[in-house]
């Protein structure tokens, strides 16, 4: 379904760009807060009856039109992305609900040290902000998401009660938890934002399909076309769908007039706006930027810094696989969120590394033919043998690793390849770095104590997972220094007071967990100041 | 949606090579003895990916036959194994993608889920049952100490 421009001639308080995670939280705020806004999005609703989980051929097309990889998607609203120079594909999902449409929903926080790598450990930058300074929107953003998951982790600070007790762990969860006990390592049930009752309105307690990652049928995995957004449309906010924006545009004193985009027909529209906030995640917003160039911009719009698109951080991902023979159905619950480890989560000199990672443990995958793909069962003679023995018999254990910023890991412009409306494509170049490669070596090896401690029969190791980009960030930062980062602590741009990014582009340093939280808090209190500092913005 | 097809004689490589991938196993013909050729032809045509590595597996298995050691639907098992790791060899992506959707196709079938004792559902809307969450695996990681680090 596409929702065309109502009020195309109105100057909206504030407009966004893009409906993902970021974007419904700041539209949600703003639109309570009395704020006219507007939000522009590329993509649709989308009708979660329609789901391919219903599908018999669902494996079938989580290879083509249901991929997380957009290159292989191919979809109208989706842009193709040059991935030649990356050792990482990003992955994403273009629609209202943005990738949390098809994301796992793992919800873990960053570490009060993550906010201090420079200071602790050396490396990188600080951030402008610190843990404490987020946890009031961290809480709030679980409270409106629905977070499932227990208090009194060890490995963090104390949090506040959990809206719903953790989602089952099942047998695998408590085989790898077991394990972990007897090696001595934390572990803890992951928090999610997967219903494990009913919470939030028309939504049900996950039925364990196992398949989340195409969608949530059941909606009971939260995404935001299923709370912030009609919490928005509520108060009144406005949607145009099926719209690409091309353009921030810009008038003669450098302040930021609104958008120009394009519909469905590719047809060209300009809406107004008293401020604009970039929601694009943190591939599309330096795109974004970077399509903004004009003459009184030549390097981008609010890139003086020189920053924009530069320091690309993904999370780097390697895993190992246990086989454990036996008809032990492992693929019932969550693809992905059992429990997690954060015992290596803190530099240790002694390993040769900074920083650290998470483990995250995931499901095996249900159904003979995902037992089938993937370059582990043989073609030809053995084949049988092999998918029998492996049918619902395979756990995971992933390493997520902190990938620290590099200025030559970038987002830019690419000459040639364009997207459905012939903007320019994002270009990635992006390297693993020699710290990151050690530590996800270093996890492997105590992954495969953790496989070998549960009782495994073998043990495959996957040295790095290249279609994984699922965390964009640190491609439009935030900062203090106006030379050295692109927006303040509150997202808006140094250069432009009435621009403000609100996305994973702002994080400094990436931590060795899933960001989304971090995202949406960070857009909360972003809202949050808007309201209470910006009132020069509302009509 | 790709127009072209494949001509009879690629479908004839094309079933062959399936049965050598997935051959045949209790009372189950081999993928290709079961007729599956054509449905992998018409789900490629649906998704350009597909269907650049599917023609790239089988032309490369065709021209394999014509480079006088004869027809690749009628070498020996073995000879067409050898046909296939070549293939493999030279063209690992295509034919990596063009297995996955091999092998996902034939795992779609009612048959082959009947010989797996495998449910055979979708996902949803019935989904899974699981025992409920018990707390009492924590009792031990509960003893440990906060060992954040505090900054
Ligand atoms: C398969 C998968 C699994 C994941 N699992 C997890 C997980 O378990 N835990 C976790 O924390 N995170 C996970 N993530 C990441 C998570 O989904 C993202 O961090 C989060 O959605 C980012 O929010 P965002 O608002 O920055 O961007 P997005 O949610 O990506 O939304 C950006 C929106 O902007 C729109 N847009 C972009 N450019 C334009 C334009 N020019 N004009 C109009 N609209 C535009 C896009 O269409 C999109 O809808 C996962 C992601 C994927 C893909």
Not at chain 1, 182 to 199: C, E, K
Not at chain 1, 395 to 422: C, Y
Not at chain 1, 480 to 497: A, F, K, L, T
Request: charged residues 20%.
């Amino acid at each position: 379904m596409t929702t065309t421009d109502h009020n195309p001639d109105r100057t909206a308080d504030v407009l966004i760009i893009g409906a993902g995670a970021s974007g419904a939280a700041v539209a949600a705020s703003l639109a309570e807060a009395g704020f006219d806004v507007v939000c522009i999005e590329q993509g649709n609703w989308q009708d979660a009856s329609k789901f391919p989980t219903v599908e018999p051929d669902f494996e079938l097309r989580q290879m083509s039109s249901w991929s997380i990889n957009p290159n292989k998607r191919k979809l109208r609203e989706d842009y193709p992305v040059n991935v030649d120079d990356s050792a990482i594909d990003p992955v994403m999902f273009n629609g209202v609900g943005g990738s949390t449409i098809m994301w796992a929903a793992h919800t873990p926080r960053l570490h009060p040290s993550d906010f201090r790598v420079k200071t602790l450990d050396g490396v990188a930058d600080d951030w402008p902000i610190t843990y404490e300074d987020l946890e009031p929107w961290y809480d709030l953003n679980d409270h409106v998401m629905g977070c499932a998951g227990i208090a009194g982790d060890p490995a963090n600070p104390p949090r506040s009660p959990r809206q719903m007790p953790p989602v089952p762990i099942g047998k695998d969860g408590e085989m790898l938890a077991a394990a972990f006990d007897r090696l001595g390592w934390h572990w803890w049930p992951s928090d999610n934002y997967v219903n494990s009752i009913r919470y939030g309105e028309g939504r049900d307690a996950c039925n364990f399909c196992g398949h989340n990652m195409m969608g949530c049928y059941q909606r009971a995995k939260s995404s935001t076309d299923l709370n912030y957004w009609p919490r928005a449309i509520d108060q009144g906010a406005e949607f145009v769908t099926g719209a690409r924006v091309r353009e921030i545009t810009t008038d003669s004193t450098g302040r930021a007039t609104g958008v120009n985009y394009l519909d469905a027909a590719g047809n060209d529209h300009h809406r107004k706006a008293r401020a604009v906030v970039v929601a694009a995640n943190g591939v599309g917003t330096p795109r974004m930027l970077l399509m903004s160039a004009s003459d009184r911009h030549p390097n981008g719009l609010s890139n003086s810094s020189g920053m924009v698109g530069k320091n690309l951080m993904f999370h780097v991902y390697a895993g190992v696989t246990g086989v454990f023979p036996g008809n032990n159905e492992r693929w019932v619950g969550p693809a992905a969120n059992m429990i997690m480890s954060q015992e290596f989560y803190e530099t240790d000199p002694s390993r040769g590394f900074v920083r650290g990672y998470s483990y995250q443990s995931g499901r095996g995958p249900g159904g003979p033919g995902a037992a089938a793909r993937g370059g582990k069962v043989p073609w030809g003679a053995g084949h049988h043998e092999q998918v029998k023995r492996r049918l619902g018999n395979t756990v995971g254990l992933g390493v997520i690793g902190d990938d620290l910023p590099e200025e030559h890991n970038t987002v830019t412009l690419d000459p040639r390849l364009t997207d459905s409306s012939g903007l320019p494509a994002p270009k990635i170049t992006y390297t693993v770095s020699k710290n990151s490669r050690a530590l996800l070596d270093h996890g492997l090896i105590q992954a495969q104590k953790v496989m070998e401690e549960a009782g495994a029969d073998e043990v495959d190791v996957n040295r790095f997972s290249r279609e994984a980009g699922w965390h964009l960030m640190g491609t439009a930062r935030m900062g203090d220094d106006p030379e050295r980062s692109v927006v303040d602590s509150y997202g808006q741009s140094h250069d432009i007071d009435n621009l403000f990014i609100v996305d994973g582009s702002v994080f400094v340093t990436g931590g060795a967990v899933n960001p989304t939280p971090t995202i949406q808090a960070i857009a909360l209190r972003a809202a949050d100041y808007i309201v209470n500092e910006r009132q020069d913005l509302k009509s | 949606m790709i127009t072209s097809n494949l001509s009879e004689s690629d479908v004839n490589v094309l079933s062959t090579a399936m049965d050598r991938v997935v051959p045949a196993v209790d009372d189950l013909p081999g993928a290709g003895g079961m007729g599956l050729a054509i449905v992998v032809v018409e789900r490629s045509r649906a998704d350009e990916r597909f269907w650049n590595a599917l023609t790239t597996v089988v032309n490369a298995l065709s021209s394999a036959g014509s480079d006088g050691s004869g027809e690749f639907a009628s070498m020996s098992g073995d000879e067409q194994d050898d046909a296939l790791r070549a293939v493999e060899m030279s063209e690992p992506a295509a034919f990596a993608l063009w297995l996955d959707v091999v092998f996902t196709i034939y795992y779609m079938q009612p048959a082959v889920h009947k010989r797996l004792d495998w449910h055979g559902r979708s996902p949803q809307p019935v989904g899974n049952e699981m025992p409920p969450w018990d707390e009492s695996v924590l009792s031990k990681i509960r003893q440990r100490e906060p060992f954040w680090r505090k900054v």
